[in-house]
C-alpha cells in the first residue's frame, strides 16, 4: 500500500508541474534550478517538460531536442550543463 500512496503522490506532483507549466507559472528555467534537488521532478523526461511549455508540443519538443542534441529518453537529471544551456538558447523568452 506504500508504494500505491508514494505512486499517488509522484503523479500528482508532476503533473502539477506540468500545469504550472503549461499556465506559465514557473519557467523552464525555474524548472531546471528544482530538478537539481527535487528527486520527483528531476525523474521526469525533459521532452515530458518541453511539451508541457505554452506554445510547444510533441514536434516543437522533438525538433528541440534533435537541435540541442539531447536523447528523446534522456530525463532532466542527466541534463548535462551544455545541454541546458542549449535548450535555454533555443527557448529565449520562454525559459526566463
Do not use: W, Y
Amino acid at each position: 500500500m506504500a508504494a500505491s500512496a508514494k505512486a499517488v503522490i509522484v503523479r500528482t506532483k508532476r503533473a502539477a508541474l506540468r500545469k504550472q507549466l503549461k499556465e506559465s507559472q514557473i519557467s523552464f528555467t525555474e524548472v531546471l534550478a528544482v530538478a537539481i534537488t527535487d528527486e520527483i521532478i528531476s525523474g521526469m523526461r525533459v521532452v515530458t517538460i518541453l511539451e508541457s511549455l505554452p506554445g510547444i508540443g510533441k514536434i516543437k519538443a522533438a525538433a528541440l531536442m534533435e537541435t540541442c542534441d539531447i536523447a528523446h529518453s534522456r530525463r532532466m537529471k542527466g541534463l548535462g550543463t551544455t545541454q541546458s544551456q542549449k535548450l535555454r538558447t533555443a527557448l529565449n523568452g520562454r525559459a526566463s
